[in-house]
């Protein structure tokens, strides 16, 4: 969904990062939680018109209490979840991660000389987490990503697809 309004709140580079929300949940009133629950609401309810039975949505695990909502609580599938298949009917998806590798395993790796390709593992949580929707039975979704590094990622690889499609 690209909608500069919801988009806005993923605007920076390491936005919506595990960090982010760390620094987010310090500050008085928690203005960017409260924008971010306003945001996934409105995704659900004002442009995807969905009901709370068609709906999966993902934050870290350890900001989901403060950042569920009317509508859409029941509807929380943890971003790193893996083999499950209960989610298959979802079709409408928020997905409020910004995924990077964590610091100190990059860091052993860069020592022992190995690169870690941040942004393609990032791709790869994402795309493991939409596949657990209705995607797996091809069926049609929308999906809200906020974050903006996020959202190109996801976009640069199914341009990457439909461009290996119209070769083949």
Same mark, same amino acid.
């Given at each position: ?5 919801? #988009? ?8 919506l990062s595990s960090s &982010? ?15 971010? @629950?306003?945001?996934?609401? %409105? /995704?659900?309810? %004002?442009?995807? #018109? ?6 999966? &949505? ?5 900001? *989901?209490?403060?950042? *569920? ?10 971003? %790193?979840?893996? $083999?499950?298949? /209960?989610?298959? %009917?979802?079709?409408?998806? /928020? ?6 590798? #964590?610091?100190?395993? *990059?860091?052993?790796? $860069? ?8 942004? @393609?593992? $990032? ?5 493991? &987490? ?5 995607i797996r039975d091809g @069926?049609?979704? &929308?999906?809200?990503?906020?974050? @903006?590094?996020?959202? =190109? ?9 439909? =461009?290996?499609? /119209?070769?083949?």
């Amino acid at each position: 969904m690209d909608d500069p309004n919801l #988009n806005e709140i993923g605007d920076s580079r390491y936005s919506l990062s595990s960090s &982010w929300f760390e620094r987010a949940m310090k500050k008085r009133g928690k203005p960017q939680i409260e924008q971010l @629950k306003k945001n996934i609401y %409105n /995704a659900f309810r %004002n442009k995807f #018109n969905s009901e709370s039975g068609r709906i999966i &949505w993902t934050v870290y695990k350890n900001y *989901k209490d403060v950042v *569920k909502g009317k509508g859409y609580t029941n509807g929380f599938l943890s971003c %790193n979840v893996r $083999a499950t298949n /209960a989610y298959r %009917n979802r079709d409408c998806l /928020a997905y409020c991660v910004n995924i990077f590798y #964590n610091p100190l395993m *990059k860091s052993y790796f $860069a020592d022992q000389g190995i690169e870690v390709r941040e942004d @393609k593992y $990032a791709l790869s949580e994402m795309i493991q &987490w939409i596949w657990r929707s209705a995607i797996r039975d091809g @069926k049609e979704i &929308w999906i809200y990503v906020p974050s @903006k590094r996020m959202r =190109e990622l996801l976009e640069g690889w199914l341009k990457e697809l439909s =461009e290996c499609k /119209a070769e083949h």
